[in-house]
């Protein structure tokens, strides 16, 4: 018995891989016989008869009996055993940290949204992280040996494999992700948080069957998420998606980056807030002006409520801002040829006010016959997208399934 062969994972012991093989199965397919098995892995009956009756051993797979169907021999049932692991997820937010436990199933266990958290690039900052991390565990209805895996989301450019992150806690010779396994004690990736929210969303989310999908990302910068055949893309070093730092804009404004012109400097949770200081200053009115008066900072949920609220001028420029953005996803359109463009991020809870000027600029930017192919959805996990994706990232990136 190896109830560890998952985390002492060993890629040429070709059963522990098939084993892997057959969990992965039963998550993207649920239940199903042996006979299901072995012709979906293309294997002989009595090798999944084995791995099966190991993985039982094991304590991943249950047997849930006979299945009833019209005469002949019924076959006996399996499927993943919910209580023999748990994942996981860490989403860095700027002021708050979400948190997320899922079962081996990937059914949520425990989640919990806006820890006051101030995300700031210093070894401080990573410290906290843990310390709430481990919190957070601890408190968890399950022994600490029973969590398998964790997944920590972090912006900027991230390679999951090395476990490097270069934008944010970069203080030592040591990839990220080995730092957080030795204070968080338990196996750790790492992901661009974008690429963790597409994965959360098309799991969980608005996604339902399509397999080549963008998910765009629109936070305080802006980044997309590719899925394509299925499958996350990543390209060489995992530094994908960067669609906000695409050169867009002739102007003198400055990105985070360095550099000028950049989409996300015009099309951005942050272009928001800084075109909304820039007019407010310059005479219009608005309904955050108390708070712009006396210095306060303007944070995504005072923009989104005063959205909501209906504040003219915050629209305007909301408009102005889904139409850059659709312009530029029209681009990504006819580049890609998506069955499905998911809008994602802080910003999609505006609904409609960012939706229709960005489905606005797709029509008049793209080509007729790539964008009828695409349908353009709301993300329906919203903030929650990134924690759920970063839970079950760490089961498929355990399991090999996604790179690791
Ligand atoms: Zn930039």
């Given at each position: 018995m190896s109830t560890k062969f998952l985390i002492s994972s060993d890629n040429n012991n070709r059963s522990e891989v098939l084993k892997k093989k057959i969990i992965h199965y039963y998550i993207a397919n649920g239940d199903g016989t042996i006979a299901d098995l072995g012709r979906e892995m293309d294997?002989?009956?009595?090798?999944?008869?084995?791995?099966?009756?190991?993985?039982?051993?094991?304590?991943?797979?249950?047997?849930?009996?006979?299945?009833?169907?019209?005469?002949?021999?019924?076959?006996?049932?399996?499927?993943?055993?919910?209580?023999?692991?748990?994942?996981?997820?860490?989403?860095?937010?700027?002021?708050?940290?979400?948190?997320?436990?899922?079962?081996?199933?990937?059914?949520?266990?425990?989640?919990e949204e806006n820890i006051p958290y101030k995300m700031e690039n210093t070894p401080a900052s990573l410290e906290e992280l843990c310390r709430l991390t481990n919190t957070f565990i601890d408190k968890l209805p399950v022994e600490r040996d029973k969590i398998l895996a964790a997944c920590v989301n972090i912006s900027g450019r991230v390679n999951p494999t090395s476990g490097y992150s270069y934008s944010i806690f970069y203080f030592e010779e040591k990839p990220l992700a080995q730092i957080l396994e030795e204070k968080l004690k338990t196996k750790v990736f790492i992901e661009n948080d974008t690429r963790a929210m597409t994965y959360g969303e098309y799991m969980r989310g608005v996604v339902k069957g399509e397999k080549n999908i963008l998910f765009i990302?629109?936070?305080?910068?802006?980044?997309?998420?590719?899925?394509?055949?299925?499958?996350?893309?990543?390209?060489?070093?995992?530094?994908?998606?960067?669609?906000?730092?695409?050169?867009?804009?002739?102007?003198?404004v400055i990105c985070h980056c360095g550099k000028k012109g950049c989409l996300e400097t015009g099309a951005s949770g942050s272009a928001l807030q800084r075109i909304l200081l820039e007019r407010y200053k310059e005479g219009s009115s608005t309904i955050l002006a108390s708070k712009i008066d006396n210095g306060k900072y303007i944070s995504f949920d005072d923009l989104i409520e005063a959205?909501?609220?209906?504040?003219?001028?915050?629209?305007?420029?909301?408009?102005?801002?889904?139409?850059?953005?659709?312009?530029?996803?029209?681009?990504?359109?006819?580049?890609?040829?998506?069955?499905?463009?998911?809008?994602?991020?802080?910003?999609?809870?505006?609904?409609?006010?960012?939706?229709?000027?960005?489905?606005?600029?797709?029509r008049k930017y793209s080509l007729n016959l790539v964008n009828q192919d695409t349908e353009i959805r709301i993300s329906r996990l919203g903030e929650r997208a990134g924690v759920l994706g970063a839970c079950l990232l760490s089961r498929s990136k355990l399991l090999g399934v996604i790179h690791a």
């Open positions: 294997l002989s009956i009595p090798t999944v008869t084995k791995l099966i009756t190991e993985l039982q051993e094991d304590g991943y797979i249950l047997d849930f009996g006979k299945q009833d169907t019209n005469g002949g021999r019924k076959p006996n049932i399996y499927g993943l055993n919910p209580v023999s692991g748990y994942f996981v997820g860490v989403d860095i937010l700027k002021d708050k940290l979400n948190l997320g436990a899922v079962d081996f199933k990937g059914d949520t266990v425990v989640l990302n629109m936070t305080w910068g802006l980044g997309v998420g590719i899925i394509i055949d299925g499958n996350l893309y990543y390209g060489k070093s995992g530094f994908s998606g960067e669609f906000g730092h695409f050169r867009f804009f002739d102007s003198e959205i909501r609220k209906e504040d003219i001028l915050c629209i305007d420029i909301l408009e102005e801002i889904g139409l850059n953005l659709g312009k530029g996803i029209a681009g990504l359109i006819n580049l890609f040829n998506p069955e499905l463009v998911v809008l994602g991020g802080p910003l999609s809870l505006t609904g409609e006010y960012i939706s229709l000027p960005i489905k606005s600029a797709i």
